[in-house]
C-alpha cells in the first residue's frame, strides 16, 4: 500500500473521501444542502489544503476555521457529524494508504475535529466518545 506522500496519492484520498460523503446518509446534506458546496472548486481547495498538511506545500491559503463556523452559523454542528467525518476519513484512509504519512493524516484530522469542538460546540464532540454539552444527545 502506498504512503500518503505526494500529491497524486493524495488527490486520490480527497476524492475517495468525498465520494464516501457524498455517498453517506448523514454527510451528504450537510455538504449538498446547508453549505450548497461547489464539488469542482471545493475538491482542489481540499487538495491544496491536506498538501499543506502533509508534504508543507504553500498552496491553500484558505480559512479553515472561517468555513466552519460560517458552516455552524448556518446549522449548528451536531455530534454525530463528527463521529460519521471521523468514521469515513479513517476508513478511507485505511483502506488505500499506510505509513506514517497516513498516520500523520489520521492524527491530524482527529486533532481539527476536537479543536472545531472545542471553539464551536463547546468539546461536546471527544475522540474517546465522551458526550458532554450542546448537541450531545442529537
Ligand atoms: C464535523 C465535521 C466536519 C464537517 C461537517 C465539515 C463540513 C465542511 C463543509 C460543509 C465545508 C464547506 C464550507 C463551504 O464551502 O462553505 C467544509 C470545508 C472545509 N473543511 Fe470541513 N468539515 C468537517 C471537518 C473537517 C476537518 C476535521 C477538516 C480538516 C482536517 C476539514 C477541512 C476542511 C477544509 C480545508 C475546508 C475548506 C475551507 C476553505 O474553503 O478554504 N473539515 N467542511
Not at 496519492?9 to 455538504?31: C, K, S, T
Amino acid at each position: 500500500m502506498p504512503d500518503l506522500d505526494t500529491r497524486t496519492q493524495i488527490h486520490d484520498m480527497v476524492v475517495a473521501f468525498y465520494r464516501a460523503v457524498v455517498f453517506d446518509d448523514v454527510l451528504e446534506p450537510v455538504f449538498d444542502e446547508i453549505a450548497e458546496v461547489d464539488w469542482p472548486s471545493h475538491i482542489p481547495r481540499l487538495i491544496d489544503y491536506w498538501c499543506r498538511i502533509l508534504l508543507g506545500d504553500p498552496s491553500y491559503a484558505g480559512a479553515m476555521y472561517a468555513a466552519h463556523r460560517h458552516l455552524h452559523e448556518r446549522a449548528p454542528l451536531q455530534v454525530e457529524w463528527f463521529d460519521r467525518w471521523h468514521q469515513l476519513f479513517v476508513e478511507t484512509v485505511d483502506a488505500g494508504w499506510s505509513g506514517p504519512q497516513a498516520e500523520a493524516a489520521k492524527a491530524h484530522a482527529e486533532r481539527s475535529l476536537a479543536s472545531l469542538s472545542r471553539r464551536l460546540v463547546d468539546g461536546a464532540w471527544q475522540l474517546d466518545g465522551t458526550r458532554t454539552g450542546a448537541g450531545a444527545d442529537a
